[in-house]
C-alpha cells in the first residue's frame, strides 16, 4: 500500500505547486491572476474614478475606472467577460495595460461630467468620442 500512496501523493503536490503564485509576483485582488509587470502600481487620479459611458449603434459601452487601478468594460450594463485592464496616469496620459501586457495610451480630457479620450494609441481597448459620467 505505501509504494502506491507516495506517488499519488508527490503527483498531488506537483499538481499544486503549478498552481501557486510565488510572493514575489503582485496579484491581482479581483482575478487572482498575476499582475504584468508594466501595470504594478497602477494609479489613476480621482477626476477618473467612475464609470463613463457613450452610446453607439444602439448598444451603451461603460468603462469602469477603480481607485485601485483598475478598468473594467461593460456593454449594455453587464460585463461580457471578466477581463481587467490596469491603469497608469502620467498627467492626462493614461497607459491601459491589458492582462496579457499589451499596453496602449489615450490622452483624456475631463469637463465636469464628460471625459473625452484622444490620441488614442496600442490597444488601450478604449472608444474615441465623448463619455458622460454615470452619477
Known amino acids: 500500500m505505501k509504494k502506491i500512496v507516495i506517488p499519488v501523493m508527490m503527483a498531488v503536490l506537483l499538481l499544486l505547486a503549478g498552481s501557486v503564485v510565488f510572493a514575489d509576483?503582485?496579484?491581482d485582488d479581483t482575478t487572482g491572476s498575476v499582475v504584468p509587470e508594466?501595470?504594478?502600481g497602477s494609479v489613476i487620479p480621482n477626476d477618473l474614478?467612475?464609470?463613463w459611458s457613450i452610446k453607439s449603434t444602439g448598444r451603451t459601452f461603460?468603462?469602469?475606472f477603480t481607485s485601485d487601478g483598475l478598468m473594467l468594460f461593460y456593454l449594455n450594463g453587464k460585463r461580457p467577460n471578466d477581463e481587467v485592464a490596469y491603469v497608469k496616469a502620467d498627467g492626462?496620459?493614461?497607459t491601459i495595460t491589458q492582462k496579457d501586457g499589451s499596453a496602449g495610451t489615450a490622452e483624456y480630457q475631463i469637463s465636469k461630467d464628460v471625459i473625452q479620450f484622444s490620441k488614442l494609441k496600442g490597444p488601450s481597448g478604449?472608444?474615441?468620442g465623448k463619455m458622460k459620467k454615470e452619477m
Open 62 to 64: 461603460t468603462y469602469e
Open 25 to 27: 509576483e503582485p496579484v
Open 92 to 94: 492626462k496620459v493614461i
Open 126 to 128: 478604449l472608444m474615441k
Open 38 to 40: 508594466a501595470a504594478q
Open 49 to 51: 474614478v467612475g464609470k
